[in-house]
């Protein structure tokens, strides 16, 4: 058996060859501890921040302030590109493209929100809303290729108006009362029913 001296030796010997490698392990551990817990904490600051620019934009929105939202919906896309506040603000800058007119912008913001989350609720809701910007700029076809995918079932009712919306449009008449009425049937229903009947009556055709 070794002498307490003999260990003592070793120990000694073994810290000349190894401690440096064990304190710098030891600090690089510490150092991965603290570089993740910045991460953490950098991450919830972004967070932070994005939504209050989130906040901003839909109060600028209600507020009929569109420069005000457009200026936050841009800080959302260069700054938190990689967060689900980007593809709220692509849908706010397509609305208010839709209401100056410029269907042409609003399509751009939608396919950059079709791409980027499809088949996903968000995705689900550009597309619909894709359509709609397509249709108002006479392209039916296309409209009808963007709804051409399955659908969740709590968008059917919306997206059967659309789609005969879509074939009135083309003078597909039957085809229209289809769609039209295949919304009717739809659960959960269409948000406006009456609205909804009244377009199956100016087809000509019965509920």
Do not use: C
Request: net charge negative; glycine share 8%; hydrophobic share 35%.
């Amino acid at each position: 058996m070794e002498t307490d001296e003999e260990q003592v030796e070793k120990l000694k010997k073994w810290w000349q060859e190894n401690g440096r490698s064990v304190v710098a392990g030891v600090i690089i551990g510490v150092g991965g501890l603290l570089g993740y817990r910045y991460w953490v904490d950098y991450q919830n600051q972004l967070a932070e921040q994005a939504s209050q620019h989130f906040d901003d934009m839909v109060e600028a929105l209600e507020a009929s302030r569109n420069d005000k939202a457009i200026t936050h919906a841009e800080s959302l896309l260069t700054e938190y590109a990689d967060t689900d506040y980007a593809t709220l603000a692509r849908l706010a800058l397509a609305r208010i493209h839709v209401e100056a007119g410029d269907f042409g912008k609003a399509g751009e913001q939608l396919q950059q929100v079709v791409g980027t989350v499809d088949n996903q609720p968000l995705g689900y809701l550009a597309r619909k809303r894709l359509a709609s910007v397509q249709l108002q700029m006479s392209n039916p076809d296309q409209a009808l290729s963007t709804l051409s995918i399955d659908f969740p079932d709590e968008f059917s009712a919306g997206i059967e108006e659309l789609k005969g919306d879509i074939y009135s449009e083309q003078g597909n008449i039957d085809e229209a009362g289809e769609a039209y009425r295949k919304a009717l049937r739809a659960t959960p229903g269409p948000v406006d029913r009456q609205f909804l009947q009244q377009k199956l009556d100016d087809l000509g055709l019965t509920g």
